[in-house]
């Protein structure tokens, strides 16, 4: 946990892959943050475990540099008017477990949801992601990212 500078505590975001074979004892390289471990019987198991979000990407046909003042940038206030708005499936464990699944793996899908996830749980699923370690959160929305270009 973490400190805002109002003294405001948030977690920070993690990103953490494990992969589980029977073949090779543990093995935690220390750089990369993955963990190889031992796991009983012939299964092998990937969990990912990290962001599930909602991507709003916007796009802007002007360029921002139009509207920015260079000896005003202490006091920059601005407005853009978008032509499109696309929402998309992201989050950097969705995306992975996504990308396993098209490759045939089966991974374990470990996050946080709200109550707006039902269509993307669906997509993943029927995908091969295993969805099952989701924690739903009924009275949030999912986490969402907003990016807009230009």
């Keep these: 946990m973490t400190k805002r500078p109002g003294g405001a505590r948030y977690f920070e975001p993690i990103l953490l892959l494990l992969y589980i074979t029977p073949k090779l004892p543990s093995i935690d390289d220390g750089a990369t943050g993955l963990v190889i471990s031992k796991l009983h019987g012939d299964n092998v198991k990937l969990i990912i475990n990290g962001s599930i979000a909602f991507d709003y990407l916007m796009s802007f046909p ?76 009924e009275d949030v929305f999912t986490a969402s990212f907003f990016c807009n270009t230009d």
Excluded: M, W
Excluded at 71 to 76: F, V
Excluded at 79 to 107: K, M, T
Excluded at 113 to 118: I, P, Y
């Design 62 to 137: 002007g360029s921002f540099y139009e509207h920015l003042i260079a000896d005003k940038l202490d006091k920059i206030s601005v407005s853009f008017l978008v032509d499109a708005l696309n929402r998309r499936h992201g989050g950097c464990a969705a995306n992975i477990a996504y990308s396993l699944a098209l490759l045939g793996e089966s991974p374990l899908l470990v996050g946080s949801v709200g109550r707006d996830f039902g269509e993307y749980e669906q997509k993943l699923a029927s995908t091969g992601v295993d969805c099952s370690h989701i924690h739903h959160v």
